[in-house]
Structure formats: structure tokens, C-alpha cells
């Protein structure tokens, strides 16, 4: 392209998703090149267009954006692997000394699942199975599950068996999940029998905690399950704008970036 080098930032956005549309994934070094710019560049082009919902970063460069009704299952969520961790890290600062705490399903609960300390004297509820085995390895643990039926996608308990248990169970801090949040539409998930469980959650806990990590934010999915008014606590990285930060703090939200 050869006055790539003048082209300022809303022409590269223009030409960036020119380029999706056309081939359905762009690779971030062919890119730069192509547009003339540097990697770092090309990075926070892609991240603001993120940020709008008009792509989905990706290893390597992007694929256009999720449909609302699309779910990933649990175990191929890979992207913002560094980042989950750090969120994971920072969450286990905030399990109580004793007590009871619900984990719910995601990809960044299950990490903070991983780093679960062994000396915590606790009981733990989770409505998702690979939480519940892979805490059963730390004795000092009494761990629930919530019973139901078991989705596909996500390992988690759905359904009025779960919601019973729910309705019959105190916690001290809830570790919550979404699939997409926004200042309009709260927190939103594709499938209504989590959203109604994940809803649940809610009033099952004195301390509700969303563990998510930046690219979760700007985006709806299909089902809300709570408004961002609903948490005390959003532990996120550093990924995310300083726009979304200042909104969040002005609704009275503690917020914690790693």
C-alpha cells in the first residue's frame, strides 16, 4: 500500500476490517507491514476496534466478532491466559479466613481454582464439576456442588435443581463469571438456564466478586443476568480503557486492576 505511512488512525481502522471481511482473519505482522506501521501500532488499533465490538483479537492477529449466541466451551478458552492468572491471583486476596464461598463456571474461576491455597479452612459451593474434583484435592475443603442437569459447553449445573440449592445456600463471597459486559445491558451470557442460576448467585452471597478480564467489557451477549450495580467487586487487568475504569468507580463499584 503505498501511502500506507499517511494514513491516520480511522483509515487503518477502515482498511483493518476491509481486510476481515475479506479473508475472515487478519494477521497482525502482515498487517503492519501492509499498512506501514509498527507492531505496537497495529496492537492498539486492534484493541480500540475490539473495544467497539467490531473484532475479536486472537493469537497472532483477529477474527471478526463473536455472534451474540456463540459459547465457546469451557476448556478452549486460551486467549488472555496471562491476564486470567493475574485476575486469578489477585481474587484468592479475597477469600475470607473461614466460612463459605460459591465459585461460579468460567475460565478465569477455573484458574483461580488452580491456585486455590491448601490451608484454607473453608466451605466452597460451585455449580461446575471440574472445580468441584480439582478442589478435592486440598483436604482442609468442604466442597458442594449444586446438583442439576449438566450443560455441554460450560460442565456447569443448571436448571431448578440448582436454583433450589442456591435459594437454600448462604455464602460469604460469591467469584462470579460473565460472558459479556456492558454499561447498558449488565452482564449477559448466551444460555438462560446459566443466566437464571448465575443470577441466583447473586442473592446467595453477602460479597459478590466478577472475575473478568478486559475484553469481556463493551460486549452483550444474549441473556442479562445482573446489572454491574448488583457487584461490590470487579477484579479485571490492565487491558481495560480508562473510559470503562472512571464508569465503573462512578457507579460506586470497587474496581482492581492486575
Known amino acids: 500500500m503505498s501511502d500506507a505511512r499517511t494514513l491516520h488512525a480511522d483509515e487503518r481502522y477502515h482498511a483493518i476490517l476491509a481486510r476481515l471481511r475479506e479473508a475472515g482473519r487478519v494477521d497482525a505482522a502482515s498487517l503492519a507491514a501492509e499498512l506501514g506501521v509498527t507492531g505496537e501500532t497495529l496492537r492498539r488499533d486492534l484493541i480500540q476496534l475490539e473495544r467497539h465490538g467490531r473484532l475479536r483479537r486472537v493469537h497472532g492477529g483477529a477474527v471478526p466478532p463473536e455472534s451474540l449466541a456463540f459459547e465457546p466451551a469451557v476448556g478452549t478458552r486460551t486467549e488472555f491466559a496471562a491476564e486470567k492468572t493475574r485476575i486469578a491471583r489477585a481474587a484468592l486476596a479475597h477469600l475470607p479466613e473461614r466460612g463459605a464461598v460459591l465459585i461460579d463456571a468460567g475460565s478465569t474461576t477455573e484458574r483461580m481454582v488452580e ?85 441466583a448467585m447473586l442473592a446467595s452471597a453477602q460479597r459478590r466478586i466478577l472475575l473478568a478480564d478486559h475484553s469481556k467489557f463493551g460486549r452483550v451477549s444474549t441473556v442479562q443476568h445482573a446489572e454491574l450495580t448488583d457487584l461490590d467487586l470487579i477484579i479485571t487487568d490492565t487491558g481495560l480503557s480508562p473510559a470503562d475504569a472512571a464508569a465503573i468507580e462512578a457507579l460506586g463499584i470497587e474496581l482492581e486492576l492486575v
Open 115 to 199: 491456585l486455590f491455597p491448601a490451608d484454607k479452612q473453608l466451605a466452597v459451593f460451585t455449580n461446575t464439576l471440574p472445580i468441584a474434583l480439582a478442589l478435592l484435592s486440598r483436604p482442609m475443603l468442604t466442597v458442594h456442588t449444586l446438583g442439576g442437569r449438566v450443560r455441554d459447553n460450560t460442565l456447569a449445573e443448571v436448571d431448578e435443581w440448582a436454583l433450589r440449592a442456591l435459594r437454600e445456600t448462604n455464602v460469604d463471597v460469591a467469584f462470579l463469571g460473565a460472558n459479556a459486559i456492558s454499561f447498558d445491558r449488565g452482564l449477559t451470557t448466551p444460555d438462560p438456564s446459566e443466566a437464571a442460576v448465575k443470577h
